[in-house]
């Protein structure tokens, strides 16, 4: 099992990428100010990477395996 840096380090790059992805969209798409687009960029973003990075971690404690790496690791 991964050290605890891995997992922060996943998370530091799910959060910064999640936010950029959020941000790019309020601010292109939706015509929105930065002032009021960043917060719940945010905010979204470190939620929606503690679920998933959370559910990787129970994954791979259970040792669930996942299907996709599988088939990546095989080629």
């Given at each position: ?51 998933f ?10 040792g669930?395996?996942?299907?996709i ?7």
């Amino acid at each position: 099992m991964p050290k605890l840096t891995h997992w922060i380090i996943q998370y530091i790059i799910a959060v910064s990428s999640m936010f950029t992805l959020l941000l790019c969209i309020d601010l292109l798409m939706r015509n929105e100010l930065f002032a009021r687009a960043w917060p719940s960029a945010l905010a979204w973003a470190v939620i929606t990477s503690a679920i998933f990075i959370g559910i990787r971690y129970r994954n791979m404690k259970r040792g669930i395996a996942c299907s996709i790496c599988e088939r990546l690791d095989g080629q």
